[in-house]
């Protein structure tokens, strides 16, 4: 069974860093590409950041020159390093994968972490 587990999320100050992970298990043969979103109180889901396995990565204007994405294909994991936070930046973060490839499975299927929160305060 494939599933995406975040970590990583917690209660900081303006100014401050935090670093999320992503572990996907599973029997995973391919990932083409993962990604954090974010919902915020009130509003919809945004994108945050993505990568694929190739290492091509996006980044939404907001965040752009705080938050490095990463990944480690071996592990299946996807990172988020997120800098300089703003209260703005508080929400809950979700891991997402487009698209996880397994075992006896001839195409790829969208998976969704069940989210961890980024509280940041002033």
Same mark, same amino acid.
Do not use: H
């Given at each position: 069974?494939? +599933?995406?587990? @975040?970590? $990583?999320? $917690?209660?900081?100050?303006?100014?401050?860093?935090?670093?999320?992970?992503?572990?996907?298990?599973?029997?995973?043969? =391919?990932?083409?590409?993962? %990604?954090?979103?974010? +919902?915020?109180?009130?509003? +919809?889901? @945004?994108?945050?950041?993505?990568?694929?396995?190739?290492?091509?990565?996006?980044?939404?204007?907001?965040?752009?020159?705080?938050?490095?994405?990463?990944?480690?294909?071996? =592990?299946?994991?996807?990172?988020?390093?997120?800098?300089?936070?703003?209260? @703005?930046?508080?929400?809950?973060?979700?891991?997402?994968?487009? =698209?996880?490839?397994?075992? $006896?499975? %001839?195409?790829?299927?969208?998976?969704?972490? =069940? $989210?961890?929160?980024?509280?940041?305060?002033?």
């Amino acid at each position: 069974q494939v +599933q995406l587990v @975040e970590s $990583g999320g $917690g209660l900081v100050q303006a100014g401050g860093s935090l670093r999320l992970s992503c572990a996907a298990s599973g029997s995973i043969v =391919k990932i083409n590409a993962m %990604g954090w979103y974010r +919902q915020a109180p009130g509003k +919809q889901r @945004e994108l945050v950041a993505t990568i694929t396995s190739g290492g091509v990565t996006n980044y939404a204007d907001s965040v752009k020159g705080r938050f490095t994405i990463s990944g480690d294909n071996a =592990k299946n994991t996807v990172y988020l390093q997120m800098n300089n936070l703003k209260p @703005e930046d508080t929400a809950v973060y979700y891991c997402n994968a487009d =698209k996880i490839y397994a075992v $006896g499975l %001839g195409y790829g299927v969208d998976y969704w972490g =069940k $989210g961890t929160l980024v509280t940041v305060s002033l």
